[in-house]
């Protein structure tokens, strides 16, 4: 089975959510993968520009799109597109100072 500790899967919650979730995963890793579908790319776009622009000292990252098909109840093929972002970094010092 694939490690996931360096993975954040985006979702429905709140971004500050999700930014606390990088945070920790930076923590353990000195590279991390965003994983989200559909409607939530978005918001795993946003998470990477505020990890990147806010927090992360010379940040390197990679994003790939992909399409994954599914049935839904109906039977009905549908397709919705992916965004895997690797992200590589250091937290800022100043930024969690007391």
Request: hydrophobic share 35%; net charge positive.
């Amino acid at each position: 089975m694939a490690d996931t500790n360096n993975v954040v899967f985006i979702g429905s919650k709140e971004i500050k959510h999700y930014i606390t979730g990088c945070f920790f995963a930076l923590s353990r890793s000195d590279e991390i993968k965003i994983r989200s579908r559909g409607k939530n790319n978005k918001l795993a776009l946003d998470v990477l520009e505020i990890l990147r622009r806010v927090y992360l000292d010379a940040p390197k990252y990679n994003i790939s799109v992909d399409t994954d098909e599914f049935k839904d109840e109906s039977g009905e093929t549908r397709k919705v597109t992916t965004l895997d972002i690797t992200l590589a970094g250091t937290l800022k010092k100043e930024k969690f100072k007391k």
